[in-house]
């Protein structure tokens, strides 16, 4: 059933004012802008096919890329955990929340991604917000593609050093603020370190950071690089190994973020990169220190999730051929399809009420695709976000071209 809890009846009237009633004013105008989205609630598992607010539908806006969240060898994996070690872990890593398993986890991650070693963090934000303050003092420089995700942001946000972002994907356009910081310094001197970040795969259009340029640029001024990896872990590169595979820049990016959450199936973020890396943020790092670790049922779900990409690379060619299909189908309905080069195909609406209707009118339709709005995209880049998985069937799909191409035309997009 739909989300009662953002619309709760006055169930406790009282004569005093509500010191909070401002916020009440801010989803009124929200709602009068079609910015405001309510949650959808599913019944059963995340799937291909699920059930939302009721109605049986064919998703497009899962992170599920390969289906392993209900994977039989992660269901299998995260039961025996739960059986032999309980529900919880009890405690933060460095006092008493450190399980074998989180520890097998991070050995497993740092060989399959080449690196001398991965810390985990609960989520994939916790590892952004969690690494970057870390690691940086007011002395640095952080320059950041002007795209970056949400959690990137805040961790920039968290840190004392000084910041500036460089144009979308311009390898030029980095060079010049990284010459510039050169020249001029901060307020504080020179700058000690350079910090260059950038998403792999940028999370709203799908496309792909130019990666051999940024290193190097960066390499030139001896800056240090760090991509967050979350939407290409389990997609690009060999057996899902993420954009660095993908380039084959391994040795040449000292910071790589992958999550747990999405082509996983699972839950959770790490930073993979060297030892001394790993070793600082177990000293320092804030969410790593202060917020209790994974259920051993996580880690031992994300092991076994390790075991699949190795063993069923299968899935993840299917997952490709699927983009191809449906985002050619897309195409050849006259979508603008934007810049994607992924799983991830934006369908670009620009205003954001037709975006809320034509999700709608999606959703009447059996396929569940959610509509993109501003704060999370720019105001005039309203989007249907799909993404599609390996576990789509060609019939699946053709039935959402099909409903696209209805609502397309009902609402004169196409
Ligand atoms: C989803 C996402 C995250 C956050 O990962 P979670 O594990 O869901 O917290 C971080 N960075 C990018 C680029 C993402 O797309």
Not at 67 to 95: E, F, K, M, N, Y
Not at 114 to 125: D, N
Not at 279 to 289: A, E, G, N, T, V
Request: hydrophobic letters at 40%; one cysteine or more; charged letters at 25%.
């Amino acid at each position: 059933m739909a989300d009662t809890t953002t619309r709760p009846a006055a169930e406790t009237p009282s004569t005093r004012p509500d010191p909070l009633g401002y916020l009440a004013d801010e989803i009124a105008e929200l709602e009068a802008t079609h910015l405001y989205r309510p949650l959808r609630v599913m019944t059963g598992a995340q799937a291909v096919t699920t059930v939302m607010d009721g109605r049986p539908v064919i998703s497009l806006s899962s992170n599920n890329y390969l289906g392993l969240t209900t994977h039989p060898r992660l269901v299998q994996a995260a039961l025996d955990a739960v059986r032999d070690l309980g529900v919880g872990s009890g405690a933060v890593r460095t006092i008493a929340g450190t399980m074998e398993l989180h520890q097998e986890l991070e050995r497993r991650l740092a060989a399959f991604k080449h690196t001398e070693a991965v810390l985990t963090f609960q989520s994939g934000f916790t590892a952004n917000s969690g690494v970057i303050p870390t690691i940086t003092t007011e002395r640095d420089l952080i320059v950041s593609d002007e795209l970056n995700h949400a959690s990137i942001i805040d961790g920039v946000r968290l840190s004392k050093a000084a910041r500036a972002v460089f144009p979308h994907r311009d390898v030029d356009g980095l060079e010049r603020v990284l010459r510039e910081a050169r020249d001029k310094g901060g307020p504080n001197g020179p700058y000690e370190h350079v910090l260059v970040i950038t998403d792999g795969v940028f999370s709203m259009d799908g496309d792909i950071a130019p990666l051999p340029g940024i290193c190097e640029v960066a390499e030139r001024y001896g800056a240090a690089v760090m991509v967050d990896d979350a939407h290409a872990s389990g997609v690009l590169g060999r057996n899902g190994r993420g954009t660095i595979d993908h380039f084959a820049l391994h040795g040449r990016v000292d910071i790589q973020i992958g999550t747990l959450s999405k082509a996983i199936g699972v839950l959770g973020g790490y930073v993979a990169g060297r030892q001394h890396l790993r070793d600082y943020l177990i000293q320092r790092s804030r969410p790593f220190l202060f917020s209790t670790s994974h259920p051993p049922a996580v880690a031992a779900a994300c092991l076994a999730a390790i075991d699949v990409l190795e063993q069923e690379p299968e899935r993840i060619e299917r997952l490709w051929e699927n983009t191809r299909f449906f985002k050619a189908g897309l195409q050849a309905l006259g979508f603008d399809t934007g810049v994607s080069e992924t799983p991830i195909t934006p369908v670009i609406v620009r205003d954001s009420e037709k975006a809320g209707r034509m999700s709608d009118r999606l959703f009447e339709l059996g396929i569940f695709a959610q509509a993109v709005v501003y704060p999370t995209v720019a105001l005039d880049k309203a989007r249907i976000r799909t993404i599609v998985t390996s576990e789509h069937t060609r019939d699946q799909l053709q039935q959402c071209l099909d409903a696209f191409a209805t609502v397309g035309r009902e609402l004169r997009i196409i």
